[in-house]
């Protein structure tokens, strides 16, 4: 018995999208070899016809047509000199890095507090001064402060929350040396404490339930 024509999975090429599978690979270096253009492109649709078939729900489809055109030209490491009836993918392109994204955020540094609050402050700005304007305010400033401790999980004295304010209001909410105290802490967080509790109770009352 000879062994001379056994391949060993070491001195195989490396499969650029393994899911296709070895021998659809040898399929595409057989068409990127082929020197007439027109039976080129002819084994290039059969091997599309084929790769569509691994998901027949989608071969039909527009967008999962080009996603095939575009997965045949990396396989054939863009060696393939084909006519797709997609704009041709180049290795520049599929390499081109996506520019990147703007933060939603206008101050990512106080990312604790959320674009919501943002967003209040933004519509508290806009009010006429008055007892309304001054109950949002603080009502802004007190979510302010609870969402500043769920994140540091401490305590946080009223001025900090008052110099968050007043910046991210760009100096028009101005609750600096305010004579009225914002909600204690441990009223903020009791709520959450109680919550927790609560589960824990829950949790142990069902685990100690007897089965039978």
């Given at each position: 018995m000879t062994i001379d024509n056994l391949e060993y999975n070491t001195e195989r090429e490396k499969?650029?999208?393994?899911?296709?599978?070895?021998?659809?690979?040898?399929?595409?270096?057989?068409?990127?070899?082929?020197?007439?253009?027109?039976?080129?492109?002819?084994?290039?649709?059969?091997?599309?016809?084929?790769?569509?078939?691994?998901?027949?729900?989608?071969?039909?489809?527009?967008?999962?047509?080009?996603?095939?055109?575009?997965?045949?030209?990396?396989?054939?490491?863009?060696?393939?000199?084909?006519?797709?009836?997609?704009?041709?993918?180049?290795?520049?392109?599929?390499?081109?890095?996506?520019?990147?994204?703007?933060?939603?955020?206008?101050?990512?540094?106080?990312?604790?507090?959320?674009?919501?609050?943002?967003?209040?402050?933004?519509v508290a700005n806009k009010w006429e001064e008055g007892d309304l304007k001054t109950a949002l305010t603080y009502t802004i400033a007190n979510h302010m402060k609870k969402c500043y401790l769920n994140w540091n999980k401490d305590t946080v004295e009223d001025s900090v929350i008052f110099d968050h304010l007043y910046e991210l209001s760009n100096g028009k909410i101005n609750l600096k040396g305010s004579d009225e105290d914002l909600t204690e802490s441990s009223n903020l967080l009791r709520g959450k404490k109680k919550k927790t509790n609560s589960g824990s109770k829950k949790n142990y009352r069902s685990r100690s339930k007897k089965r039978y």
């Open positions: 499969l650029i999208i393994p899911e296709y599978g070895r021998h659809l690979q040898k399929m595409i270096n057989y068409a990127v070899a082929i020197e007439n253009r027109e039976e080129r492109n002819k084994v290039a649709r059969s091997i599309i016809a084929v790769m569509g078939n691994l998901q027949p729900h989608l071969r039909d489809v527009p967008e999962f047509q080009h996603k095939l055109w575009d997965q045949l030209f990396i396989m054939s490491d863009f060696k393939l000199d084909a006519d797709a009836p997609f704009p041709v993918l180049t290795k520049e392109k599929l390499q081109e890095r996506p520019e990147p994204l703007n933060y939603p955020q206008n101050f990512p540094k106080y990312r604790f507090y959320g674009n919501n609050i943002k967003r209040m402050i933004d």
